[in-house]
């Protein structure tokens, strides 16, 4: 599984950014997908997740500004962020979930900056 985040940038507090995974797979469906973040020093924490029939959950201190959701049809799954603060900087990571295996994927990450 390859995946590739992209999206992350420079943004000021009060603002939105949209990140996107592309995950190379055959089976798309066969993946829940996960965005996660981890902040310099601390740990990689999750965010958000989408199954494959679109069931979603969220961290509970980030449900209401973050939203997750994906496009079965091009193997992508995307994570709206608004109402950015500065505790929101961080790398953010794609993971997919095999749902049998359980085998976990990570994508490289990109860096979302939130200035205030």
């Known amino acids: 599984v390859q995946l590739q985040a992209s999206g992350g940038g420079l943004v000021q507090a009060g603002g939105s950014l949209r990140l996107s995974c592309a995950a190379s797979?055959?089976?798309?469906?066969?993946?829940?997908m996960n965005w996660c973040r981890q902040a310099p020093g601390k740990q990689r924490d999750l965010v958000a997740g989408?199954?494959?029939?679109?069931?979603?959950n969220y961290a509970d201190s980030l449900q209401g500004r973050f939203t997750v959701s994906r496009d079965n049809a091009k193997n992508t799954v995307y994570l709206q962020m608004n109402s950015l603060t500065p505790e929101d900087t961080a790398v953010y990571y794609c993971?997919?979930?095999?749902?049998?295996?359980?085998?976990?994927?990570w994508g490289r990450g990109t860096l979302v900056t939130v200035s205030s």
């Open positions: 989408v199954t494959s029939d679109g069931a979603t």
């Open positions: 993971n997919a979930r095999h749902i049998i295996t359980r085998w976990d994927s």
């Open positions: 797979v055959s089976i798309f469906s066969f993946y829940t």
